[in-house]
């Protein structure tokens, strides 16, 4: 299993750099629900590159908004991923399709 194509060493790696903060459930990393963190992943380097900041923001907020509000959940075990990972496609290809291109 792969997590955006990152061999599972390199996701644990990723990870390690959270563990102190994850074990601590008043650490500032819980204010949010963890699409909140997760939804930059998401957005492909060569369409980020392409966006102002205004965009990005937006582009987040319309991909966090694909979880809705379900993103109050404790534990994701038992969702079914291919809802959202179909919506976030769409809504990423909005954006690579139609999207403005940052000014240089």
Not at 32 to 40: E, K, M, N, R, T
Not at 72 to 78: G, M, S
Request: proline share 7%; glycine share 2%; aromatic share 14%.
């Amino acid at each position: 299993m792969t997590f955006l194509g990152w061999s599972e060493q390199e996701v644990v790696v990723w990870a390690d750099r959270y563990k102190e903060y994850l074990a601590d459930p008043e650490d500032i990393f819980y204010h949010a629900d963890p699409p909140y963190w997760a939804v930059s992943t998401f957005i492909p380097a060569s369409l980020d590159a392409r966006l102002s900041p205004d965009q990005r923001s937006c582009l987040r907020n319309e991909l966090l908004d694909v979880f809705g509000a379900e993103t109050h959940l404790v534990t994701y075990l038992d969702t079914d991923w291919k809802r959202y990972k179909s919506n976030i496609a769409s809504v990423i290809e909005k954006y690579a399709a139609s999207g403005p291109i940052k000014p240089k």
